[in-house]
């Protein structure tokens, strides 16, 4: 995916530098190179940053699972007696 874009930003870059006046060269560069890349990107991210999401809120439920699990645990052990050590 990232070739693709680097790909392009050559192309666009050499068209820019091509232009008669550096005003129209970045003018080039901005809107026929960065900005609809920047949107292509975001929007080929869009599942992947999807997935993140909801791999992190799995991730806090199992978090919070394990530390119910935890607890009550350590509720339901038996007590020692606090004086244990040898006379």
């Known amino acids: 995916m990232y070739?693709?874009?680097i790909a392009w930003l050559?192309?666009?870059f050499?068209?820019?530098?091509t232009?008669?006046?550096a005003?129209?060269?970045i003018a080039t560069f901005l809107l026929y190179?960065?900005?609809?890349?920047?949107?292509?990107l975001y929007l080929m991210g869009t599942p992947q940053r999807k997935?993140?999401?909801q791999n992190m809120k799995k991730l806090a439920?199992?978090?919070k699972e394990d530390l119910e699990h935890d607890s009550s645990v350590k509720r339901e052990s038996p007590s020692e007696p606090e004086d244990r050590h040898p006379s």
């Open 19 to 21: 232009e008669q006046s």
């Open 33 to 40: 190179g960065i900005i609809p890349l920047t949107i292509v």
């Open 14 to 17: 050499m068209m820019s530098i």
């Open 51 to 53: 997935r993140n999401r």
């Open 61 to 63: 439920a199992a978090r």
């Open 10 to 12: 050559y192309v666009v």
């Open 23 to 25: 005003i129209a060269g």
């Open 3 to 5: 070739i693709v874009a």
